[in-house]
Nanobody
Framework: QVQLVESGGGLVQTGGSLRLSCTASGSDFTVNDMGWYRQAPGKQRELVASITSGGRPNYVDSVKGRFNISRDNAKNTVYLQMNSLKPEDTAVYYC???????????????WGQGTQVTVSL
């Protein structure tokens, strides 16, 4: 069974930086698109950034120029470098990946457990 494990959240002051990582593990699988979502209290989960298997990124307007998504296909890992953080970036961040696995016999969407990012004033 495929799992996504995240790391890198925490507490940072306004203007600071954090780097999130998410690694897919298991057996007999191939990772397609990967991305990061976030959910703030009382708000819907939103896409923050995504990246195709070929490395093409996509960002929500509110993070353009501040966040950078990248991936290491050999490690089945996606990263989110977050710079110039603002209090409105405070949320639980979830890793997301579209994965083909032999156990499922096709593609499925997988989610990480979530990691808290808190930006203080």
């Amino acid at each position: 069974q495929v799992q996504l494990v995240e790391s890198g959240g925490g507490l940072v002051q306004t203007g600071g930086s954090l780097r999130l990582s998410c690694t897919a593990s298991g057996s007999d699988f191939t990772v397609n698109d990967m991305g990061w979502y976030r959910q703030a209290p009382g708000k819907q989960r939103e896409l923050v950034a995504s990246i195709t298997s070929g490395g093409r990124p996509n960002y929500v307007d509110s993070v353009k120029g501040r966040f950078n998504i990248s991936r290491d296909n050999a490690k089945n890992t996606v990263y989110l470098q977050m710079n110039s953080l603002k209090p409105e970036d405070t949320a639980v961040y979830y890793c997301n990946a579209y994965i083909w696995s032999r156990s499922v016999g096709g593609f499925s969407t997988y989610w990480g457990q979530g990691t808290q990012v808190t930006v203080s004033l």
